[in-house]
């Protein structure tokens, strides 16, 4: 019986180790303050978490959160602690500008990127949210273009790793269509990242 659990156990290791691990990042959760206006970012960023994880669950898929009030140093070290290759991580994020017309959906790579996986998934997020919510689309950047020198849930993320920006809180625009399309936007971000683990 020990040696047909134990080969039950490695089996189980083995398949988990095959299929690609998703973490899937609320930004600004706990104990981040994250950026306010016509919607609250970490509430928002925790929703699309939310979803997108009982989504992607439901379709048999490798799940990790950080868990609550953890600092981002130690959302870096979890997961690489446990990622590997052809893992991919999402951080999500809503942009804020002083500017109300300031409108649209922008993803973030690591500086000088060849990673094709990475790639692929920021533009199809960016092209699908823009989309979907008729906002503009500020397109694929690296991540030392914002308003950060570098990113860390970007730069230095073992696996495959985007920043999205859905859109700006600070927008009556964006924040109207998304309100009406936030379960879309969450579901649509879940299929997108399943996909892009194919490439």
Known sequence: MEIKA????????AVKAAKPTYFVIAGHRGLGTGAHGYIDEASCACDIQEQ???????????VVNE???????????????????????????????SNPN???????????????????????????ISSLLGIANRGVKADNTG??????????????????????CTSPKDCGAYQQNQVKVAQTMAEIMLNSSKI
């Open 6 to 13: 134990t080969q039950e156990k490695q089996f189980a290791n």
């Open 52 to 62: 997108m994880t009982k989504y992607m669950r439901g379709r048999g898929a490798i």
């Open 67 to 97: 868990p609550v009030k953890m600092e981002l140093a130690d959302v870096v070290r979890m997961v690489n602690g446990q990622c590997k290759k052809g893992d991919l991580c999402l951080d999500i994020h809503f942009n804020a500008s």
């Open 102 to 128: 300031a409108s649209g959906v922008e993803a973030y790579i690591r500086q000088g990127s060849t990673d094709a996986m990475e790639k692929s998934f920021a533009s199809r997020l960016v092209n699908s």
């Open 147 to 168: 308003a950060h020198t570098r990113i860390a849930m970007c730069r230095d993320i073992k696996c495959s790793s985007v920043l999205i920006e859905v859109c700006f």
